[in-house]
């Protein structure tokens, strides 16, 4: 297995420890371990079935973990709930896209702006500061969002009214606007052209620097992946096969094998 | 006019307590939770009331002293609340239909009890609760305050943060904890905040149709009010008031129509007597052809767009 050993300048952000999901008798996530760095950007490929997604709801605390521990920035986070890990920093987007589908665009993303928004109920209801003042705000910072993926001008619009592609960027805007640190994109590409997922990548890149996210992205699309992933994690049937630098990956046999096919 | 009020004023009243019903039922719709409770709240509150009203500060005087109505609405609420959240927390854990389940066994527990307790009269109930108004119509004193409030609170809710957690449970439960939104706690709020608005409809109640018993919280009537929200309009606060009104008058109409003869006497009997089944229907064809019900967020949209126009003008 290659793997590269993190640099002293890299600081880990994510650590996992022997995570393990079963089903039943069908172990999805096989005693997987890696660590992802600040500020990088973690592809995370493999053939379908191999529990890529699983891994993301694993993180993410959608389903629990029958074994293993993941550590977040130095906190222990597997036993919390999904809206705990939200709120810590980890945003996601799904390989469905669960967006809400009867809600506008922008009312898509002014929903993720929740954690950031400290009124009560009662100052809420009641229309007193500051919660006048913090929905003009998210909704002026729900509209940036939407402009940076391109969609303020149809910011009215029912979301399950947009095409496939743009309800992928919708869904990484509304990401977005939980001002995460690290941001697990699931499959983002999928459905896109070419040129449209050579605007991703950029975008990608724009956003890591922009926000200073940590990114892990699920991708098929292998070339996108090498030319857009600082490290690349190859996962087969639930094991970790492989870890480390684009060019690393490219050639190793296993991998190869697994999942790349002989180019 | 006087004349009016004295022959409609009760159905009136009944029309505005319909209306706060339905919206007691439409909260923890709105976070996606179909509950049947209102009716146990409801029918808990009146107890409340009718038990101190005819107790504790039973009194000498002509009318019944309205702050203590408003106390009696007061502790109807508190109570109402404290027993949501009770219920509320291990109930919530379910989902869809089995909610609905374990709400109608709720109301059906709370209807065995009170016929069973002492207190709250057996299945004779409690009669002769003190009236704080002369005439039936009075009752708009307490009755449309709360009403108005209650839809001043609602429009405010929808357009504000813990409304928008309520819409974003409602649609995708899993991506809205993704978003850092608690579904429990938002999802056992609406629930108890509808609990707060049963109990002290209840509470009103109880001195206005002047007897309390075991059958004020019937699962027949959590099939009401389902129709009050469904036909009225189950995606804003304004369909469970129109749908309340116009349902609780519909019985009404239905007689009056009946008793202008003309009509067979089968059929003159059904219009009378045949309201539950009436109401299924309605919801039957309500959701098959109103899926949102009459009342949608459109209005108020179309509103915004013909102020924009004629602003452009």
Known sequence: MSQTIATDKQQAILTANSLTRRFGGLVAVNNVSFTVNQHEIFGLIGPNGAGKTTLFNLITALIPLSSGELIYKGQEISQLRSHQIASLGIARTFQNIRLFGELSALENVIIARHLHTNSSIVTGVLGLPPAPQEESKNRQKALELLEMVGLSDRAAEKSRNFAYGDQRRLEIARALALEPQILLLDEPAAGMNPSEKAQLSDFIRNIRDRFNLTIIIIEHHVPLVMGLCDRIAVLDFGQLIALGEPSVIRNDPAVIEAYLGNE | ?313
Not at chain 2, 140 to 156: C, D, E, G, K, Q
Not at chain 2, 240 to 257: C, D, K, N, Y
């Open chain 2, 1 to 313: 006019m006087a004349e009016f009020f004295s022959t409609y004023g009760s159905l009136i009243v009944s029309m505005v307590l319909g209306a706060l019903l339905g919206l007691s039922l439409y909260l923890p719709l709105m976070a996606g939770q179909l509950s049947l409770a209102s009716p146990g709240f409801y029918a808990l509150g009146g107890y409340i009331a009718a038990i101190l009203s005819t107790t504790v500060f039973k009194n000498n005087s002509d009318l019944f002293p309205i702050h203590l109505l408003l106390l009696e609405m007061l502790i109807a609420g508190v109570v109402s609340g404290l027993l949501g959240i009770a219920i509320g927390i291990p109930a919530l854990r379910l989902r869809g239909i089995y909610l609905a389940i374990a709400t109608i066994a709720f109301v059906e527990v709370l209807r065995v009890l009170s016929l069973n307790w002492e207190i709250t009269g057996g299945a004779v109930g409690i009669f002769a609760i003190p009236q704080p108004f002369q005439t039936q119509i009075e009752y708009l004193w307490v009755a449309l305050p709360l009403l108005l409030i209650s839809m001043v609170l609602f429009y405010r809710l929808e357009r504000v943060r813990i409304g928008r957690a309520f819409t974003a449970i409602r649609e995708d439960e899993l991506a809205a904890g993704a978003m850092g939104i608690n579904p429990t706690y938002y999802k056992v709020l609406a629930f108890t905040l509808g609990a707060i608005l049963a109990g002290i409809v209840g509470a009103v109640s109880a001195h206005f149709l002047n007897t309390w018993n075991a059958r004020q919280g019937t699962f027949d009537a959590s099939i009401i009010y389902l129709t009050f929200v469904l036909i009225g309009g189950s995606r804003t606060f304004l369909g469970s008031v129109v749908g309340g009104m116009v349902f609780t008058a519909l019985p009404e109409v239905l007689r009056g129509l009946a008793d202008t003869g003309g009509f067979p006497v089968w059929l003159a009997q059904f219009l009378r007597d045949g309201r539950l089944i009436i109401f299924g229907l309605l919801i039957v064809i309500g959701t098959i052809f109103f899926p949102q019900g009459l009342i949608t967020p459109e209005i108020f949209r179309v509103g915004k767009a013909k102020n924009r126009e004629r602003r452009e003008q």
